[in-house]
């Protein structure tokens, strides 16, 4: 057979051929081989994957976060097959509507809520765009190019998102691509010393903080020149990757406080936590300080194409400060994805999503608490709206335990757990410094009955694993 036939034929989903293939055609450079035998999905629909067998996994991290308006969901599916008879191509030099109106909607959004004017800046993916993000903050800097960010941050794999991320597991093979950032601590408040309240904790952790700043021995600011060496503070308001820690609500009112002090930019990374994930549109809305910078991606297309971007103050990205040619890539602002995040925020104004995910949050976090009881393992539940986090300890409630979980998460993906006589699978998102935490993301659109199914084969997985 020639291998265009060869090509066309292979269209089964022939699991052993799929691996062998696999195992010698794709490179295991990316998160796939974080789990020993990865299943292999042939569709979704809703809060479920299913495989060649039809067989549904639950989703409670939904692509971590990407896809907070359900798999296969009908309104946007149609977006994006309309936009694709209309203007599915466009250079991205050229001007098309739906760029305009989401750019629109977003900047008026942000003039709205934080009374500020500024502009919108599109890019391939949430890396990207936190790489034209630090453009952005170094242009604006006069080209300080020294950024703070938090113990437990993630903002990308690129080369500079990486240097800004603090798993230095990321950088180790590659050396350094501009400056590491300097990571400060950020309030874990289940990890937190004994003698403190959270609040106290997270005045504590604003203390630290200002303490670098106290004489020009601390190493970070010039009294006599009215300078610091830093030019921004890169925060997620509740960390993603790092186990979806929600801070005590004083700390982000007291770091920005030392940042205005100091002229140091703060600048806010959404991708993960934005588009009501957290039950406001961005999760900084629910700590009361205003961002120089906000950068968002993977809901913005509820997944569905890699467009991501920035919304900025004016005086860091109009056009003469941020002239055409800044950044550039072919896919940047691709009218797929403007036209996706369109209907996305035409949708968001016709549903009351803060109502919702708070009202569903609320009943999964109490379902979560009902498993704690039951369960001495779960040493931890939190969360704000549909983040939410479960920490997975040993029997002492606290000590930090990766290998339970791990077997939990292989558990579910086995597809071998029993609901109401059939068999189905769960799909889990493991976070945390000490990756012992579930960072739960399920749909927004989840049901009732879907929560009380996850809560239900969250405790089957631990019990099992327990038992193993
Ligand atoms: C908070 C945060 N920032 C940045 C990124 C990087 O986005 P992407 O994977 O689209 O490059 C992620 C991805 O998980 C994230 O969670």
Known sequence: MSQHNELKADTSL?????????????????????????????????????????????????????????????????????????????????????????????????????????????????????????KIVRNATGGKSLMFAFEGGYHGRTLGASSITSSYRYRRRYGHFGDRAHFIPFPYPFRRPKNMTAEEYGEHCVNEFARLFETEYNGVWDPKGGQAEYAAFYVEPIQGTGGYVVPP?????????????????????????????????????HFGVTPDILVFAKALTNGMNPLGGLWAREELINPTIFPPGSTHSTFASNPLGTALGLEVFEMLQETDYEKMVTEKGAYFLE???DLQKRHKEIGDVDGLGLALRAEICADDGFTP?????????????????????????????????????ITLAPSLHISTAEIDQGLALLDQALTRAKRT
């Not at 930019?265 to 934005?274: F, P, R, T």
Request: proline share 4%.
């Open 367 to 369: 379902g979560l608490r």
């Open 249 to 285: 609500k004083n700390f982000f009112i007291g770091l920005k406080k030392v940042l205005d002090r100091y002229g140091i930019l703060l600048v806010v990374d959404e991708i993960q936590m934005g588009f009501y994930r957290t039950g406001k549109l961005w999760s900084i809305e």
């Open 14 to 134: 022939d699991e052993t051929n799929l691996r062998a293939d696999e195992a010698k055609y794709c490179s295991f450079g990316d998160t796939v081989h974080y789990v020993e035998t990865p299943p292999i999905f042939a569709r979704c629909e809703g809060s479920y994957m299913f495989d060649a067998a039809d067989k549904p996994y639950l989703d409670l991290q939904m692509w971590y976060s990407a896809v907070n308006f359900g798999y296969s969901n009908p309104r946007l599916n149609d977006a994006l097959k309309k936009q694709v008879d209309t203007l599915p191509q466009t250079a991205s030099q050229y001007l098309h509507p739906t760029k305009i109106r989401l750019a629109k909607a977003i900047a008026e959004d942000m003039k709205c809520k934080f009374s500020l004017p500024g502009r919108v800046h599109f890019n391939v993916g949430g890396a990207q765009c936190i790489e034209d993000s630090l």
């Open 401 to 437: 335990n990766k290998a339970l979980l791990d077997k939990m998460v292989d558990i579910g993906l086995a597809g071998d757990l029993d609901w109401q006589g059939k068999k189905v699978g769960l799909i889990l998102d493991v976070g945390g410094y000490y990756k012992n935490v």
